[in-house]
């Protein structure tokens, strides 16, 4: 899958900043894709870039309306499909990361036929891999694992990127989750792919590389989360990571919409390294991510010198204090790459 | 998925028995199921059951044709299209164990529409499940792991099905792959389940039972395959196993597929109860099933005693020597259920 940029932000009329998610990481990350916004009346949720009409974003440019936001009850409302239909006539592409294909409204569907323009589903997939082969590739793998779902894993390799490149290093972002493959403009929804293909699917879109070339590949779930452990153990398989990163959130008491408790950082690190090292034996941590928003900032750096002392690697929590540590031991753990 | 019984097993003109290997599986394991089979000329596959014509597949009180064979390919060819859209307007639903969908084809999609007939495509799934949850449920589940792919799983519960319930027990097989699902009558091919619902499938097709019922449940793949250790993760957590059997076959040097060289019972065992436990803490082995085909009786016996000893467990080959001795562990270890 590989999206045209740059994009026109549909935003339709969500209630809340928080129906449109999506969206808000997409621009926080590709500002420079975003060239603008569409809403619709009583629409609250605003991205902070220039409302566009179809022909004010055909004119910078743009080339996909991206449906960056969520429906309520999960069917697309008409009001919805006439934009769409109409920025297909306009002559755009269309993405989303919404739950019902595309493909599924005729409307959609016969106006996409009629004009050549192209739709993705994000949350879908049509594309076939084959299986893994936990064979050894070339180049590096960096992967984010967590104690949990949702606890910054995409958000810590974005950051990585860009403090990688910052460094002169050679990273690429992989995507592995809807808002990522927006923001990298390709990658695959792994949670969407059939389950004989997940590790087939990261060792295709994680490729053979250069030696000193870094795949930053965005984590799912957790090993210790009795829902998603099966996507998470495929993904790390997949990945052959050389090095990866543990992400946390330090107030949780239970994993995301499960009774089990959170595993504890150290037992994390532990079974990364026991299962990843079926496909490479040389497996490593470089580091934890704690996501530290609902402490003060000098409790917060209290804990992050008490994990990084218990663990022995460096803690930051990347949003608040950055990602130089991790980039620090990275350079030093791989002198080469 | 709920297949109607019984079948008219379709073999086409397959070029060897091999080609049909499901069609046997179905014929060995339900028998009384399979009235009878229908064959193109050239077919070089027989299941040893009567040649009937859609009349007398009818007559018989045929409710469902089969299609339990590998067409070369990949692609469903005309004659067989012919025939299949024969059956439909005879009345007959029509089940596939095909990659190709049958409603893909417009021709048998346009005629199961017009006669109201179902058609099920074992390979795919549009059930939707929800996520899986972990919660402890009652009732007692049996799942075989295994040191790689094909390596007896599906034929040891199959065993056990039958061994246990002649020793009075209530017990149920679990089908989790396609020959499964055609034997039950129902089930999932775990395989073509998104990633993200792996483990809420299973808790799907072995839900909450009385607390002396067992559902034993076909595993797939191995935690230590490459390709497809996250199914067998997704597995295993939503099985919630009580009980486990670890299948081997003792002649194979590497898994299957790759290059990875197999693990050892001893490794299986031990993986198995420690991510096993995240949702059973108290799942535990109950024997080892060894496929000896390749061993003289005297090695396999030996083989077998050895292992035994090595694990303190009961060790059989089921096909060759039965499941006696797995079953009276059960009954010891679980004297309640």
Redo the contacts between chains.
């Keep these: 899958m590989q999206i045209a940029t740059p994009y026109l932000m549909f935003l339709g009329d969500v209630p809340d900043a928080l129906a449109a998610k999506t969206a808000y990481g997409i621009k926080d990350w590709r500002p420079e894709w975003c060239v603008g916004q569409m809403r619709l009346p009583g629409c609250k949720a605003d991205l902070g870039i220039p409302d566009l009409t179809l022909p004010e974003a055909l004119a910078k440019g743009c080339r996909t309306l991206v449906v960056g936001v969520v429906n309520a009850g999960g069917v697309l409302p008409d009001h919805w499909v006439t934009e769409i239909v109409a920025a297909i006539e306009a002559g755009l592409d269309v993405a989303s990361g919404l739950h019902v294909r595309l493909g599924a409204v005729p409307a959609i569907a016969e106006a996409a036929e009629r004009r050549g323009c192209r739709l993705h589903d994000v949350r879908h997939t049509s594309e076939t891999f084959p ?5 050894k590739r070339a180049g590096r793998r960096l992967l984010t694992v967590g104690t949990d779902c949702s606890v910054g894993k995409k958000y810590t390799v974005l950051a990585l990127e860009k403090g990688m490149r910052d460094r002169g290093l050679d990273a690429d972002f992989r995507a592995t989750g809807q808002t990522g493959v927006f923001i990298s403009g390709r990658g695959v929804a ?7 293909f ?3 699917a990261v060792e295709s879109i994680a490729p053979e590389a250069a030696p000193n070339h870094w795949d930053l590949i965005e984590g799912q779930g957790s090993l ?1 989360h ?10 790390l ?1 997949g990945a052959q990571a050389d090095a990866f990163v543990v992400c946390h959130e330090p107030t949780r008491t239970t994993m995301r ?4 408790p959170l595993p504890t950082i150290r037992q994390v690190i532990d079974l990364t390294v026991q ?1 990843g090292s ?2 490479n034996p040389d497996i490593r941590p470089v580091g934890i991510a704690v996501n530290t928003q609902a402490l003060p900032e000098d409790e917060a750096r209290a804990l992050l010198d008490q994990i990084a002392t218990e663990h022995g690697l460096p803690a930051t929590d990347p949003v608040r204090f950055g990602v130089e540590a991790l980039v620090d031991r990275i350079v030093a753990d791989f002198p080469e790459a």
């Design positions: 299986t893994g082969k936990g064979t792994i949670d969407a792919v059939v389950a004989d997940i590790s087939g210790y009795p829902s998603f452990a099966g996507v998470s153990l495929g993904l398989h919409g499960v009774q089990h299962l079926l496909t």
